[in-house]
């Protein structure tokens, strides 16, 4: 059994589950069937298993580093990326006419999250190129996808999304790289860019033959001087190697390496922080600035990048479950093979007994089954926000704007949540999965305490919890006057109705107390926005985050738990019938020891808790 992902998982999630084979029966995917799609994953596991997991220990100690003049990774890095590449899959979703696949986006994420779990660090560098190429098909002009996305698509260019800055961090407001316009060119509007960008993964290498950047800069005012907040804030495409027009690469731009950073996790991808527009040191013309393009509208740039940022969001949760997920696989192998301690019944108290296995023990398989239920609830709640992808693209090529509206309520109300509660909870995952290996787990001759450093970068990236609660809380339950909430609540409910219907006495319970929770949330919504006072309505935001999302995974599970109990009566095997009792079991696990948490934050909410508003800095 792979130690990466659950092959039987992954069939269960997107054929008995998701049913993506009726997505075929859209027209952008009819050449598609079931073989083709399993012979996408198929191909996907291989590639992982065989060049990225092989290299992902070495890729972690043996870090990027820069001499000054070029930043050196281990070469197993550029070998896996042109497997990667010569696959087709940097473009497995794009259009035929791209040179893609057509692929379903949720068929694509499914075969992506093997590279994740076997070598996050090297999977960085696609996962940012196939965002930034998505953003230039939206946004971007035709001349500027023929020299940027084609090239991206073959896997000749990569990819990389520049907008914090050393001053700045989160607060895009406050950024203060200029863009100042030259003149007209064949990629559009050209500007020299002048500014720092921090954190800039995949920012300098020598993997591609170019790099594509994204960056975020303000366009000064009549007067010359950048406006304060996000006006002003426009995207521009800046390649480290200026394009020609014929497509040929041409003199390098005005982008420097100014160092990298050291990340506790991550630390095959080379993070760094840049300086555009730094002097003349790569520019003949003898002006200083790096030429870019404007992508889209002057003054949206940060509605283009949300393209990107919301993509990379769900991403990032697809990242923190496949981490998350390894871990738990290697937990469970090792509690399957680690002999140690005896039972607690009668016969282990003879001394002369021999040890049990691990996953004998009771609080072995307490954490195993949280493990679990963490790893495949995050894996599901994701693939479930890509395939609305697939639907809300069909509804659009169907013309049918109110399903188009309602797929992109929903999508926008889950994406705090695809984002932040893998990012938590699989992260705990990986620090059960050490404790189960005891000693040996926070050893580096184990696989586990990597997996756990870089997870914890998650909860950080593309927006903490703190931001993410208050996208949440503060816009997505109230945007169109709560219409988003209203369309989740509704599938819930459709849920809750479907578990009473079984006549299964524990699923109709479970629907019962997810029906309970779902209109305590309500509840707790609306006296959390009647205060009249957004201070205090925000304060406790990461707690309404973590809330919302318990009971987000409690719906998940029920829907799973609905999918295995239909299918167990026909269970073929012995094998067959555990598999569904695991998810039985996974579901049990959620709704007794996972969901009770709400009702406490729930209760801490309603009470409108001024503890963290009041504290004062002088009394820490």
Same mark, same amino acid.
């Given at each position: 059994?792979?130690?990466?992902?659950?092959?039987?998982?992954?069939?269960?999630?997107?054929?008995?589950?998701?049913?993506?084979?009726?997505?075929?029966?859209?027209?952008?995917?009819?050449?598609?069937?079931?073989?083709?799609?399993?012979?996408?994953?198929?191909?996907?596991?291989?590639?992982?298993?065989?060049?990225?997991?092989?290299?992902?220990?070495?890729?972690?100690?043996?870090?990027?580093?820069?001499?000054?003049?070029?930043?050196?990774?281990?070469?197993?890095?550029?070998?896996?990326? &042109? +497997? /990667? *590449? $010569?696959?087709?899959?940097?473009?497995?979703?794009?259009?035929?006419?791209? !040179? #893609?696949?057509?692929?379903?986006?949720?068929?694509?994420?499914?075969?992506?999250?093997?590279?994740?779990?076997?070598?996050?660090?090297?999977?960085?560098?696609?996962?940012?190129?196939?965002?930034?190429?998505?953003?230039?098909?939206?946004?971007?002009?035709?001349?500027?996808?023929?020299?940027?996305?084609?090239?991206?698509?073959?896997?000749?260019?990569?990819?990389?999304?520049?907008?914090?800055?050393?001053?700045?961090?989160?607060?895009?407001?406050?950024?203060?790289?200029?863009?100042?316009?030259?003149?007209? &060119? +064949? /990629? *559009? $509007?050209?500007?020299?860019?002048?500014?720092?960008?921090?954190?800039?993964? !995949? #920012?300098?290498?020598?993997?591609?033959?170019?790099?594509?950047?994204?960056?975020?800069?303000?366009?000064?005012?009549?007067?010359?001087?950048?406006?304060?907040?996000?006006?002003?804030?426009?995207?521009?495409?800046?390649?480290?190697?200026?394009?020609?027009?014929?497509?040929?690469?041409?003199?390098?731009?005005?982008?420097?390496?100014?160092?990298?950073?050291?990340?506790?996790?991550?630390?095959?991808?080379?993070?760094?922080?840049?300086?555009?527009?730094?002097?003349?040191?790569?520019?003949?013309?003898?002006?200083?600035?790096?030429?870019?393009?404007?992508?889209?509208?002057?003054?949206?740039?940060?509605?283009?990048?949300?393209?990107?940022?919301?993509?990379?969001?769900?991403?990032?949760?697809?990242?923190?479950?496949?981490?998350?997920?390894?871990?738990?696989?290697?937990?469970?192998?090792?509690?399957?093979?680690?002999?140690?301690?005896?039972?607690?019944?009668?016969?282990?108290?003879?001394?002369?007994?021999?040890?049990?296995?691990?996953?004998?023990?009771?609080?072995?398989?307490?954490?195993?089954?949280?493990?679990?239920?963490?790893?495949?609830?995050?894996?599901?709640?994701?693939?479930?926000?890509?395939?609305?992808?697939?639907?809300?693209?069909?509804?659009?090529?169907?013309?049918?704007?109110?399903?188009?509206?309602?797929?992109?309520?929903?999508?926008?109300?889950?994406?705090?949540?695809?984002?932040?509660?893998?990012?938590?909870?699989?992260?705990?995952?990986?620090?059960?999965?050490?404790?189960?290996?005891?000693?040996?787990?926070?050893?580096?001759?184990?696989?586990?305490?990597?997996?756990?450093?870089?997870?914890?970068?998650?909860?950080?990236?593309?927006?903490?919890?703190?931001?993410?609660?208050?996208?949440?809380?503060?816009?997505?339950?109230?945007?169109?006057?709560?219409?988003?909430?209203?369309?989740?609540?509704?599938?819930?409910?459709?849920?809750?109705?479907?578990?009473?219907?079984?006549?299964?006495?524990?699923?109709?319970?479970?629907?019962?107390?997810?029906?309970?929770?779902?209109?305590?949330?309500?509840?707790?919504?609306?006296?959390?926005?009647?205060?009249?006072?957004?201070?205090?309505?925000?304060?406790?935001?990461?707690?309404?985050?973590?809330?919302?999302?318990?009971?987000?995974?409690?719906?998940?599970?029920?829907?799973?738990?609905?999918?295995?109990?239909?299918?167990?009566?026909?269970?073929?095997?012995?094998?067959?019938?555990?598999?569904?009792?695991?998810?039985?079991?996974?579901?049990?696990?959620?709704?007794?020891?996972?969901?009770?948490?709400?009702?406490?934050?729930?209760?801490?909410?309603?009470?409108?808790?001024?503890?963290?508003?009041?504290?004062?800095?002088?009394?820490?």
């Amino acid at each position: 059994m792979s130690l990466i992902l659950s092959r039987r998982d992954l069939n269960f999630l997107l054929y008995e589950w998701l049913d993506v084979e009726r997505l075929t029966s859209i027209a952008r995917y009819a050449d598609h069937s079931r073989e083709t799609f399993d012979a996408t994953l198929a191909t996907c596991e291989k590639i992982a298993t065989d060049l990225f997991a092989t290299h992902n220990k070495k890729n972690d100690a043996h870090e990027p580093h820069f001499d000054g003049e070029t930043v050196h990774i281990i070469p197993e890095v550029k070998t896996a990326l &042109s +497997a /990667f *590449g $010569a696959a087709g899959l940097m473009a497995a979703g794009q259009d035929y006419e791209l !040179g #893609g696949m057509q692929l379903p986006m949720v068929v694509e994420k499914a075969g992506f999250a093997y590279f994740i779990g076997a070598n996050v660090g090297t999977a960085a560098y696609p996962f940012l190129t196939i965002g930034n190429a998505n953003l230039l098909l939206t946004y971007g002009t035709r001349k500027q996808i023929d020299a940027f996305v084609r090239p991206e698509m073959e896997g000749r260019f990569f990819g990389t999304m520049c907008l914090s800055e050393p001053q700045a961090g989160s607060s895009l407001s406050d950024i203060t790289t200029r863009a100042e316009y030259e003149e007209e &060119s +064949a /990629f *559009g $509007a050209q500007y020299r860019l002048r500014g720092n960008k921090m954190w800039i993964s !995949g #920012g300098e290498h020598e993997l591609s033959e170019n790099i594509v950047h994204l960056v975020l800069a303000k366009i000064p005012g009549p007067d010359g001087k950048l406006v304060p907040g996000v006006k002003g804030i426009s995207l521009f495409v800046v390649p480290k190697y200026l394009v020609n027009e014929d497509g040929s690469i041409g003199e390098h731009n005005d982008v420097v390496l100014a160092g990298l950073n050291h990340k506790m996790g991550y630390r095959g991808t080379a993070n760094c922080l840049l300086n555009f527009g730094e002097g003349v040191k790569y520019r003949p013309d003898g002006k200083a600035g790096a030429l870019g393009y404007l992508v889209g509208e002057p003054g949206q740039g940060l509605a283009c990048m949300f393209h990107m940022m919301n993509e990379a969001r769900i991403g990032v949760g697809l990242g923190a479950s496949a981490l998350g997920y390894t871990g738990y696989l290697h937990a469970l192998d090792y509690a399957r093979n680690r002999s140690q301690g005896r039972s607690t019944g009668p016969a282990g108290k003879d001394p002369a007994s021999p040890q049990a296995k691990l996953v004998e023990h009771a609080d072995i398989r307490r954490m195993l089954l949280a493990q679990k239920s963490y790893a495949e609830g995050g894996l599901a709640l994701n693939l479930y926000c890509a395939k609305l992808v697939d639907e809300h693209h069909a509804a659009h090529a169907a013309s049918d704007t109110q399903c188009e509206q309602r797929l992109s309520l929903l999508l926008d109300i889950l994406t705090p949540i695809a984002k932040s509660w893998p990012s938590q909870w699989c992260l705990e995952a990986n620090n059960l999965a050490i404790q189960v290996h005891g000693g040996y787990g926070y050893t580096r001759e184990y696989n586990v305490e990597q997996f756990y450093r870089d997870n914890r970068l998650n909860p950080i990236h593309e927006g903490t919890h703190g931001i993410q609660g208050l996208d949440l809380l503060g816009r997505k339950v109230t945007m169109k006057e709560g219409a988003a909430l209203r369309i989740l609540v509704d599938r819930m409910h459709a849920s809750t109705a479907s578990a009473s219907a079984t006549g299964e006495r524990s699923l109709a319970d479970h629907g019962a107390m997810l029906d309970d929770m779902v209109t305590r949330l309500q509840h707790v919504t609306r006296v959390l926005w009647t205060t009249g006072d957004s201070a205090l309505t925000l304060a406790n935001a990461s707690v309404y985050l973590e809330a919302f999302g318990h009971v987000v995974l409690a719906w998940i599970w029920l829907e799973q738990a609905l999918a295995a109990q239909a299918a167990l009566p026909t269970a073929g095997d012995e094998e067959e019938n555990a598999f569904y009792r695991g998810k039985l079991a996974a579901a049990a696990y959620f709704y007794r020891w996972e969901l009770p948490r709400v009702g406490p934050q729930l209760d801490l909410l309603a009470s409108l808790d001024r503890t963290t508003l009041d504290m004062q800095d002088a009394w820490f």
